[in-house]
């Protein structure tokens, strides 16, 4: 076999691991949402109000948002009256389309920052419990895998067990984590680490914070320490600042992208959990309310269940399999 026939067998078995990745984390969103928007298409047999209506409830339940509901609708209804539509299956790959348009930042966007040459930082915040260190460790494999080496920062000193936890995500990943004991400064644990990273040569810096939103001011202030630590030793970083969101509280995690967001400066989203909800469409709620590209997705709790957002795999894999526009396009 020749090089280039490998080299592509290898590159299109690679994209279908990633499909199904995509397909089997987001099969609870798949099996109620998209269940329930394909027994409405074929089931009415013309586009009406009781129709609209059905469909915006349906989206309302997957939690795709109320505002981005009915700008969805109001399009829909445009392209009914635009392509003189009256079978509700017509309707369908538009909304397949509709639903990827929303979603799409740009490739550019949604791909993480590195830096032209010389290290790279990330800074990674978000409340408790949302899958942040489990985020650091995937990413760290995911980096490691891509031939970079990486080293973690565990700026998230307010509870020892966070130290620990993001050591055995260190040790799963194979890279070291600097650390200080419980309650030292998180900024001075982030500057030792920006000096062993660069003494060290390495390519991507990771670094950990606390996210206590209970007390917003001193988190402000805690941060905007950290920025300058950082900014002090490498000024264009953080080249990201990753604000971690559970997929599974819904409306409440846009409630807190945009607290975080507004003063953080959060460059971009990573949607953990999302193979533990059936209400995938806050993705896109979260996508059309927030000016912040989704970066990254969590798709289940190995080290290998982290995925680079990309809005059409994305729409494929909720859809596939059911006949609409994606699998018409090919
Ligand atoms: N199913 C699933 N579980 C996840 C995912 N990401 C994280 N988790 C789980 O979520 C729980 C919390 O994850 P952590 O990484 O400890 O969360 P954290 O935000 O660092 O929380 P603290 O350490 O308490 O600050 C763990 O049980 C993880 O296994 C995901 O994408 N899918």
Request: proline share 2%.
């Amino acid at each position: 076999m020749s090089f280039f026939k490998r080299l592509r067998e290898s590159i299109s078995s690679k994209a279908e691991e990633v499909t199904n990745k995509f397909k089997e984390g987001l099969s609870k969103t798949r099996d109620a949402f998209v269940g329930k928007v394909e027994d409405l298409f074929s089931r009415r047999k013309k586009i009406d109000e009781a129709f609209y209506e059905e469909l915006e409830e349906i989206l309302i339940g997957a939690d795709v948002g109320i505002n981005t509901v009915l700008k969805l609708i109001d399009e829909l209804r445009v392209e009914v009256r635009k392509r003189k539509i009256e079978d509700p299956k017509e309707l369908r790959p538009i909304l397949t389309e509709k639903l990827v348009e929303l979603l799409s930042g740009g490739e550019e966007t949604e791909r993480l920052k590195t830096a032209p040459d010389g290290l790279t930082i990330y800074l990674v915040v978000g409340v408790n419990g949302v899958g942040k260190t489990t985020t650091i460790g995937k990413l760290a494999h995911r980096l490691k895998q891509d031939g970079k080496s990486v080293l973690l920062a565990a700026g998230d000193t307010f509870r020892a067990a966070a130290i620990e936890q993001l050591e055995v995500w260190g040790q799963r990943a194979g890279v070291d984590v600097i650390r200080q004991g419980q309650g030292s400064d998180p900024a001075a644990v982030i500057f030792d680490a920006v000096h062993a990273a660069k003494q060290r040569n390495v390519d991507v810096l990771i670094c950990d914070t606390a996210g206590r939103l209970q007390n917003k001011v001193n988190l402000m202030e805690e941060l905007n320490k950290i920025f300058r630590v950082i900014r002090r030793e490498v000024p264009e970083a953080p080249h990201e600042v990753l604000l971690v969101l559970d997929a599974t509280t819904g409306q409440n995690a846009l409630q807190q992208a945009k607290l975080f967001g507004e003063k953080t400066g959060v460059t971009g989203l990573v949607l953990t959990k999302l193979d533990g909800t059936a209400k995938g469409g806050i993705v896109i709620a979260i996508r059309q309310e927030m000016e912040l590209p989704v970066k990254m997705v969590g798709l289940g709790e190995k080290i290998d269940d982290l995925q680079p957002f990309d809005s059409e795999q994305f729409v494929n894999a909720l859809f596939l399999g059911l006949g609409g526009a994606a699998e018409e396009a090919e």
